[in-house]
């Protein structure tokens, strides 16, 4: 059995690099990053120098898998042609910048339909992931589909969505999907005793399939049960509490899935330490199990 991979989103402030520096800094074995800024559509190219040395840190500090992140000015699923071109645009740079640093996991939200309607806003999302993967045709990087919490009107807030996604996609094997715990729980999806986590992951195996599974996001929620808010808390000071997490890191159909924190936290990252020692505490026989 796998060992455990736990870690958190990391800044890359000051180049990519410093993102495994700093999940380095306080023992990630994996971590998530973006891959530019997240809030501007233009980025300058990553330079030869900074590929090089992403690589090579990333080969002495061990972290393994590096995930990225998609930037929140994305919406596949809008009816606007210009920002869906923008969005499609924006993927298409970001998924090779993961293709230059080596990283192979993407995560993506299918984006908001803005009130074009769900079904429209789908068949919108499947549209620009079809135009993707056909200008990328070869590549190793895969579209990681994340769960949301359904807040406004953003897609993929049931199962059922993102199994359609997969299911009509022209290109299913460079599709995946993340699991949010927040995101999950506020979309209506208990986790908070053994017989309800149950219940979730046997749906989720039903309706999308755990082969499916590539990133696990683990997040506390403010906010209460099928609330459709998103808003994370840190591990054990919200809505879902620490039995949720217990469960999820002694399952070992998940064993194989990195776990990644994405809780609110200052530059000191102490947030993000006490909550993977929190973790770390929850895995029975050690954190050396597997």
Not at 91 to 117: F, K
Not at 152 to 181: H, K, M, S
Request: hydrophobic fraction near 40%; glycine fraction near 8%; charge should be negative.
């Amino acid at each position: 059995m796998n060992r455990l991979r736990l870690g958190a989103h990391m800044s890359i402030a000051g180049g990519p690099a410093n993102a495994l520096r700093r999940g380095h800094s306080i023992e990630c074995d994996a971590i998530q990053m973006f891959t530019r800024n997240a809030n501007q559509w233009r980025a300058r190219d990553l330079t030869t120098e900074e590929v090089a040395e992403f690589r090579r840190v990333r080969a002495e500090t061990g972290i393994s898998p590096v995930v990225a992140h998609s930037s929140y000015l994305i919406n596949l699923a809008t009816p606007d042609d210009a920002l869906w071109t923008k969005s499609l645009n924006a993927l298409l740079d970001e998924t090779d910048r993961c293709q230059q640093l080596g990283i192979c996991d993407y995560v993506l939200h299918p984006g908001s339909h803005v009130g074009a309607g769900e079904e429209a806003g789908l068949e919108r999302v499947l549209q620009a992931l079809d135009t993707a993967c056909e200008e990328t045709a070869g590549s190793p990087v895969r579209v990681v589909l994340e769960i949301t919490a359904g807040q406004g009107t953003n897609l993929g807030y049931r199962f059922e969505q993102l199994a359609w996604l997969i299911e009509r996609a022209a290109a299913p094997e460079r599709l995946g999907v993340c699991f949010d715990t927040a995101h999950a729980f506020a979309a209506g999806y208990d986790l908070r005793d053994e017989a309800s986590y149950r219940a979730t992951w046997q749906e989720f195996d039903a309706v999308i399939g755990l082969d499916q599974l590539r990133v696990i996001h683990l997040n506390d929620s403010k906010r209460e049960l099928g609330s459709r808010v998103d808003r994370h808390e840190q591990i054990g000071e919200g809505s879902l509490g620490v039995e949720a997490f217990r469960l999820l890191v002694n399952d070992p159909a998940l064993r194989h899935v990195p776990m990644l924190l994405e809780t609110p936290k200052g530059e000191e990252m102490l947030e993000d330490i006490v909550n993977l020692t929190v973790l770390r505490s929850l895995i029975e026989g050690g954190t050396e199990n597997g």
